[in-house]
């Protein structure tokens, strides 16, 4: 994962982590707490999700998505995902920067932990339709759509 990758992850609230269940069909279920751990392996809390995990022992191949809503770029990460459980060696240390983000409020006894094998970028059609297309112009829709306002920076 290059260093736009590792970015837009840190500013992602939410990943989305694709699983294939036992009965043949995807499973997507949002993740709110995640990191990069290096440029090669994602972290994410298993945070009430035993569907996911199921799915993860079962085939441990997944895709995890993350995206900007407002400039709508994003990456597609594609990866083997393991579980790491507290007791296992290195639950301590991947744990560790997803406590930060998770504090008090989201308690895990496990993880996941995402070898990543590629990674695609994430674009709305309209970068692909209007090669003319602005990402400013992308976040003011966005924003409007969402009814939100920019932040003004602080002098």
């Known amino acids: 994962m290059n260093l736009d990758v590792l970015r837009c992850a840190e500013k992602s609230v939410l990943c989305w982590l694709a699983t294939l269940g036992d009965d043949g069909f995807p499973n997507v279920s949002p993740k709110e707490i995640f990191c990069a751990a290096d440029d090669r392996t994602l972290l994410v809390a298993n945070i009430a999700s035993p569907g996911t995990l199921k799915n ?14 407002f400039a709508q770029k994003g990456f597609k990460v594609k ?3 393991s579980v790491v459980r507290a007791g296992d060696p290195g639950f301590v ?4 920067p997803l406590r930060v983000l998770a504090g ?3 308690p895990f006894s496990s993880l996941f932990r995402i070898e990543v094998q590629s990674v695609e970028t994430i674009l709305a059609p309209s970068y692909r339709l ?4 602005q990402e400013s112009t992308q976040i ?3 924003m409007q759509t969402y009814g939100v306002q920019p932040r003004h920076a602080k002098r």
Do not use: H, K, M
Request: charged fraction near 20%; glycine fraction near 4%; charge should be negative.
């Open 79 to 81: 990866g083997t995902a």
């Open 104 to 106: 008090e409020r989201f």
């Open 140 to 142: 003011e829709s966005a």
């Open 130 to 133: 209007f090669p003319d297309t």
């Open 93 to 96: 240390t991947d744990s560790t």
């Open 56 to 69: 993860i022992l079962t085939n441990p191949s997944v895709c995890v998505s993350f995206i900007d809503v």
